[in-house]
Nanobody, 121 residues
Framework: QVQLVESGGGLVQPGGSLRLSCIAS????????MGWYRQRPGKQREFLAT???????KYADSAKGQFTISRDNAKNTEYLEMKSLKPEDTAVYYC???????????????WGQGTQVTVSS
């Protein structure tokens, strides 16, 4: 089984920055794509960014220029750097990983439990 644990959320003032982390643990052979999503109050979960094992990234239009995704493959960890935060960025932020548990095995999708980010003065 694979577990994803996010950290780094909290209360930040408008214009501030935060760095979220997500660590994957368990019996993992490899992790392909990792990603970040968020769910704002009263809204559906939305895609923010993904990063492949070779570092290729994709961003939602809403995240471009404000959020930066990165990962450390050796640590099975991904990050989300967030800057110029606004109250509308208030949300629960979730990480996702597509992992293979054994050589030649299927790929499974896992989600973290989420970390709250609140942008308020």
């Amino acid at each position: 089984q694979v577990q994803l644990v996010e950290s780094g959320g909290g209360l930040v003032q408008p214009g501030g920055s935060l760095r979220l982390s997500c660590i994957a643990s368990g019996t993992i052979f490899s992790i392909n794509t990792m990603g970040w999503y968020r769910q704002r109050p009263g809204k559906q979960r939305e895609f923010l960014a993904t990063i492949t094992s070779d570092g290729s990234t994709k961003y939602a239009d809403s995240a471009k220029g404000q959020f930066t995704i990165s990962r450390d493959n050796a640590k099975n960890t991904e990050y989300l750097e967030m800057k110029s935060l606004k109250p509308e960025d208030t949300a629960v932020y979730y990480c996702k990983a597509e992992a293979i548990l054994r050589p030649g095995g299927p790929q499974y999708q896992y989600w973290g439990q989420g970390t709250q980010v609140t942008v308020s003065s």
